[in-house]
């Protein structure tokens, strides 16, 4: 019987030496102030607010720097350095983000084939896992890392990155497919040792059977739109912003053949899209291929893409994050659902020679974040109800084995206080969700482009229930430029000039 209390003790200690920042208060409430000041502007407080989570640690201060969280705060140092011109900051910061991600992942797939059943359903709840990126970030963090390398003036790095993000399109697949893989044979043994807990998990964990309780009326309004959304992603975790930029990398080399092959992806991801459909058109004509039928009423552009060309990249609304609401199973635990943010702006031009250039969507994020949630919920919910009862199971049998115990009153009575203390911490642990994800995204990208203006001035115009007007200046020696746009809201809306002296 002392078994019973070791096992569920073993579970407590485990939960404690392996939990991350997340466990206690969950992420997503943790950004709250973050997002509050990003969202109206205040770049200083949110760049506070994220700097706090970085520094050094010590016993007194907020740090999550080796802890399970620093991956995603590393990612929103990235990107919100990035939207500030602090370019090289930005790199330093996708980059160690990078390196704790390989780092995870090797260290995950080790854990998953190589621990034992109990000892990795002692860390099922995932705030207690490090924070290793979805699918989404790792696209998105090379993204940034790209535009970044051009801010920064080095033009050979952003070309590099480019060339590389087609193949880290399909690394990232192939890393999800690796991982949930070795996660479902580890679950697999679980549910194998744990056979009364298998039958109700196979017969009732499923999202359609937790949306179809009237228990849960939050989780399934959440299932349900989120369902919605995800039906306009693109599949296999695409990115079409990362595409296109891979695409204008082959552009900018002059190797049009390769810039079709992704082009064409981009329209097959994307078929009603008539921009990608000119960018598909016009590399088959440069690359002196045959048009298909489909698209013999679309024009080529009718200026240069690869030289002299200003190209407006626009990072529009706040992206979906996670919140926590509570679900019923049989007992209540808590459980990230989507959550999802109006676009502030519903139409944005950019002026230019007197021509107004509408930017048009090129990467739904809400879309992206709400296939990859859709995708990856049945197995969270298996893990997370099969932690529950497990860790229920335990506690419960600890308590009997206390209460049938040979121990003196005194013992008994101290055992059943540490018990009932290791308890609460466990329940309070196990009841946050994981939440986290990156914030400082977009909720779209949008995309126009046009030649390089003669008087090499633009005026954008964000279109809204507050309007906003820009005017910005490409430098003389600039050939061609990417312009960036960050607009998170009415109250925050800036614009970059990524300079691209080569040609």
Known sequence: ??????????????????????????????????????????????????????????????????????????????????????????????????????????????????????????????????????????????????????????????????????????????????????????????????????????????????AASNQNPQFAVGWNEAKAIGDKGYGDFMNPAAIFLSGLGSVRDGNFDNARIDFERLCKAMPNNPLFKRYYVTSLVKAGREIPSDYAGVAPFDFPLDHDCVYVIVAHGRSATFRQIAIYFPIMFAFPVCEYYPAPFSMISVGADGQAHQAVPLADMDAIHSQEFTTRLPALIIRTITSTLIKEAAYFAAKESLRNSDMSPENRRAAELALAIGGTAYRIAMNTADTRSWEILPKEFLLTQFPMPQNRTLTMQLTGQVQQNLTVDIPADSRSAIVYINAPSPYNVSCQVLPIKSK
């Not at 073993?10 to 973050?34: R, Y």
């Not at 330093?92 to 704790?100: G, N």
């Not at 709840?125 to 890392?145: E, F, H, Q, T, W």
């Not at 697999?188 to 056979?195: A, P, Y």
């Open 1 to 210: 019987m002392r078994n019973h209390i070791f096992s569920f003790l073993s579970f407590i200690v485990a939960v404690g030496f392996l939990t991350g920042c997340s466990t206690i208060q969950n992420c997503h409430s943790q950004k709250e102030p973050m997002m509050t000041a990003y969202m109206m502007g205040d770049n200083a407080q949110t760049l506070s607010c994220v700097n706090k989570k970085l520094k050094e640690p010590a016993w007194y201060n907020s740090s999550v720097v080796n802890t399970g969280d620093e991956v995603v705060w590393r990612l929103e140092a990235g990107s919100l350095n990035f939207n500030l011109g602090n370019y090289q900051m930005a790199i330093d910061q996708l980059k160690e983000a990078e390196r704790l991600i390989e780092e995870y992942d090797d260290r995950a797939l080790i854990s998953l084939r190589d621990l034992s059943t109990e000892a990795a359903t002692a860390v099922m709840n995932l705030n207690a896992l490090p924070y290793r990126g979805l699918c989404r970030d790792r696209i998105a963090l090379s993204i940034y890392k790209s535009l970044a390398y051009l801010g920064n003036g080095n033009e050979d790095a952003f070309r590099a990155q480019l060339n590389r993000l087609r193949n880290e399109q399909k690394r990232v697949k192939d890393d999800y497919d690796k991982y949930f893989e070795a996660d479902k044979k580890q679950m697999d043994e679980t549910l194998k040792t744990h056979k009364d807990v298998a039958k109700t998990v196979k017969e009732s964990a499923s999202p359609e059977a937790m």
